[in-house]
């Protein structure tokens, strides 16, 4: 059995104004290479259609392992679960918001 984390980003409800792209490279340079463990996979699930433009860009970007393990979903809830089951993500390993049974607090202040 391999180690590692799996990152799953949903992004049903965000839209383009709400990314911010310096973030997402101190998150992306942290996560890959500060912390002492493996990403395994990065699952991006409907990240809507603005993001068709830029995730190319983004992938280009990525060096070749991390771009191998990048991978996205696109659909209505039970497509994007059942692709995800397929990378062994079932219903007792997602979290609640996204049909599955794992109840995770909402760390985010309401706006």
């Not at 911010?20 to 500060?34: A, E, G, T, V």
């Not at 995730?55 to 990048?70: C, E, G, M, Q, S």
């Not at 049974?101 to 309401?110: A, T």
Request: aromatic share 10%; charged share 20%; proline share 6%.
């Amino acid at each position: 059995m391999s180690r590692g984390i799996v990152i799953l980003i949903n992004c049903t409800s965000a839209s383009l104004d709400q990314y911010d792209r310096k973030f997402f490279k101190k998150m992306y340079h942290s996560i890959l290479h500060s912390f002492p463990v493996k990403v395994r996979a990065i699952h991006l699930c409907n990240p809507g259609r603005a993001m068709e433009f830029v995730l190319p860009v983004v992938k280009y970007f990525l060096d070749k392992n991390t771009r191998a393990r990048f991978v996205v979903h696109q659909g209505n809830k039970e497509v994007v679960l059942e692709e995800l089951n397929t990378f062994g993500l079932d219903l007792t390993k997602l979290p609640v918001h996204m049909g599955g049974y794992v109840p995770v607090p909402d760390i985010m202040p309401q706006v």
